[in-house]
């Protein structure tokens, strides 16, 4: 199994930026990829960003490219994503995900966003 600590959340106000973090343990050493999904009020998760974990490419949502940046400490197991720009509709709870072979895959417990308008 795969565990998975977020952190970062917490509200910020419009315009602001904010880093969120996710630390994995377990057997990091078979991941594919971390990534991070969100989930609006009322609305259904959806895919942000996502690190290829044995190369460190990056893959976007087309409202996620420009706007926000995955990135990663690999010794550390830790994925990032940087947001910037920021605006009310941003507010989600978002979860890191880590994918391993034959589709597995693990969810964190989620890390509250709200930006303030």
């Known amino acids: 199994q795969v565990q998975l600590v977020e952190s970062g959340g917490g509200l910020v106000q419009a315009g602001g930026s904010r880093r969120l973090s996710c630390v994995a343990s377990g057997r990091t050493g078979s991941m594919d990829s971390m990534g991070w999904f969100r989930q609006a009020p009322g609305k259904e998760r959806e895919f942000v960003a996502i690190m290829r974990w044995s190369d460190g490419s990056a893959y976007y949502s087309l409202s996620g490219k420009g706007r926000f940046t995955i990135s990663r400490e690999k010794a550390k197991n830790t994925v990032y994503l940087q947001m910037n720009s920021l605006e009310p509709e941003y507010t989600a709870v978002y979860y890191c995900?880590?994918?391993?072979?034959?589709?597995?895959?693990?969810w964190g417990q989620g890390t509250q966003f709200p930006v303030s308008s």
């Open positions: 995900h880590v994918r391993l072979p034959i589709h597995e895959e693990y």
